[in-house]
């Protein structure tokens, strides 16, 4: 897909990880929909990208609000193309405390946020890719979304967000056969430690002591790259299926 082609529905888009993606995609002339609950950054983030760029108050965790607002993203930004998963939450806890066992609510509420929340913009945007024009190779769309290094080596404190983010890269898989049929294509990019709204209050020794944790290069990820693998899996149509490591080589320790 060429990226002046995408039309690309942006969950957690007004700011971090989203943001960044959104605005590499506006320089290569492509439109987009801001999908996030954020409205004062929402409306800020629209201000900077242009004419090309609108914002959709969005719980990815409600089915209908979502549909909504992708069948009106589609309209106002002249389709829908493109699925990029960026919102979620940290959701950090032990499962035994010091007040005591993980209270349910807490694990539950990382994982709809994370997991159901990709799923269920997932499966919206799909239903409304398929009916686009193939191009190139038969394909009608792609599905983008984000999982964690933590998916595969979560440390203490984070069973709830490492589920969550395990959950996204089982389903990208499945997805992606699935979907094939559609012409859609389905993958995961699971980044490491990364300057996003989540990093970017803590203290500065905590922050070196984290850029010390990465070989090379050893500092934190910058959104831009993460954006540059987004961009370069919409360009691939052969990458299809899988979760790609941006980590510069950490493996994360136990705590």
């Known amino acids: ?86 919102a979620g939450v940290l959701g950090a806890g032990r499962v035994l405390g010091k007040q005591g066992p993980m209270p349910l609510a807490q694990f539950e509420s990382t994982i709809r946020v994370n997991l159901v929340g990709s799923f269920n913009v997932a499966k919206a945007g799909a239903q409304i890719m398929q009916t686009n024009a193939a191009g190139d190779d038969g394909e009608r769309g792609v599905i983008v979304n984000t999982a964690s290094v933590a998916a595969f080596e979560g440390q203490i404190g984070q069973a709830a967000y490492s589920a969550s983010k395990g959950g996204i890269v089982g389903m990208t898989l499945p997805m992606a056969r699935e979907l094939s049929r559609f012409g859609i294509r389905v993958m995961t990019i699971a980044p490491g430690i990364f300057m996003t709204p989540m990093a970017g209050g803590m203290p500065d020794e905590v922050k070196a002591s984290l850029e010390a944790m ?42």
Not at 13 to 19: N, P, T
Not at 32 to 38: E, M, T, W
Not at 214 to 237: K, M, T, Y
């Open 1 to 86: 897909m060429k990226l002046e082609q995408v039309k690309a529905a942006i969950t957690g888009g007004a700011s971090g990880l989203g943001y960044a993606v959104a605005e590499r995609l506006i320089q290569e002339g492509a439109s987009v929909a801001l999908l996030d609950v954020q409205d004062d950054k929402g409306a800020a983030a629209v201000e900077a990208l242009g004419a090309r760029a609108r914002y959709f108050r969005t719980d990815v965790t409600n089915e209908e609000g979502v549909s909504g607002s992708l069948k009106a993203a589609s309209v106002v930004i002249g389709g829908i193309n493109t699925v990029i998963n960026c």
């Open 214 to 255: 990465v070989p090379f290069p050893s500092r934190l990820g910058e959104p831009g790259e993460f954006a540059d693998a987004v961009c370069f899996i919409l360009q691939n149509r052969y990458m299809n299926g899988t979760t790609l490591r941006l980590d510069g080589a950490v493996r994360m320790q136990p705590k």
